[in-house]
Structure formats: structure tokens, C-alpha cells
């Protein structure tokens, strides 16, 4: 269960964590502690799963980069290993189970085209694998989430 304290420290990481050399000095000033409880907590909250990445947010098409949306059809009994192996290739940034005829779905940021290609291909030869569809955005809408603890 979070802490009012976890609460407010992920209220504030959300979108306001400077960028400075220390960042959670600052973080922790605010929050009248010092830099190593915030860090400790952090710590706590990543291992339970709280909190998955903490990062920026860049434009990946403005750096070149180019990403799609995927989709696969996985036989029964293969879904947890296609997952698992799907989350080691650099550049899947999350995937998910979905209900439906292709049941497995993940984002893919790579450094080029031909990049995409072939991590796509790779995937598409895993065991377990029936099939796999590629659904580059063809317009790109940024929404910013915020949740409120």
C-alpha cells in the first residue's frame, strides 16, 4: 500500500522532475526529506512494480527514429514465453495481451527502417508465432497523462 510520502513523491516525479544534475536532491527538498530516502523509496517503488521506467519522453521522429505499432497470433501455451522474448529485443517499449484473433500486442522504436524490418522478422520466426501485422501510425497524436495520487 502507497504512503501518503509515496504519493506525493510519484505526484511529483509524474512531470516535474528537474533536469539537473541531481535531480532527486531537489525532489527531496521539496518534499522536506534528504536525497536518500527519495532514492530508497524510488528503489521500493520500481520493485513492486509502482513504477515501470523513469525518463524523458523525446521526439523519435524528429531524432529519426521510426516506430510502429505490432500485433501477433499466438498459439495456445506460447503466450507468456513470445512476451518474455518479445521484452528483450532494445526498442519494444511495452506489450500486451489482447483479446481477439492477434493477442499479443507491442510498440517497436527502432533507429531505422531497416532496423524495424528485421526485429520484426525475428520475432515473427518465434516459436509460437502464427503470424504478425506492422501498423506504423500514420498520424501521431500525443496525449499527456497525469495521474493524480
Not at 78 to 88: C, D, G, K, L, R
Request: net charge negative.
Amino acid at each position: 500500500m502507497l504512503s501518503t510520502f509515496d504519493k506525493a513523491l510519484l505526484n511529483i516525479i509524474q512531470t516535474g522532475l528537474p533536469l539537473e544534475p541531481r535531480p532527486f536532491a531537489k525532489v527531496a527538498a521539496c518534499l522536506a526529506v534528504d536525497e536518500a530516502t527519495v532514492l530508497k523509496r524510488l528503489v521500493w517503488l520500481k520493485k513492486h512494480n509502482y513504477v515501470r521506467r523513469i525518463g524523458a519522453f523525446f521526439d523519435s521522429a524528429y531524432l529519426g527514429y521510426v516506430s510502429t505499432l505490432a500485433a501477433v497470433k499466438v498459439r495456445d501455451g506460447y503466450t507468456e514465453a513470445v512476451a518474455e522474448a518479445i521484452n528483450t529485443y532494445p526498442g519494444v517499449t511495452h506489450n500486451y495481451e489482447r483479446e481477439g484473433e492477434y493477442n499479443l500486442w507491442f510498440t517497436l522504436l527502432t533507429a531505422g527502417q531497416d532496423e524495424q524490418e528485421k526485429t520484426l522478422a525475428a520475432i515473427a520466426q518465434l516459436a509460437g508465432v502464427d503470424s504478425l501485422i506492422s501498423l506504423p501510425a500514420t498520424e501521431k497524436y500525443k496525449v499527456s497523462v497525469e495521474f493524480t495520487l
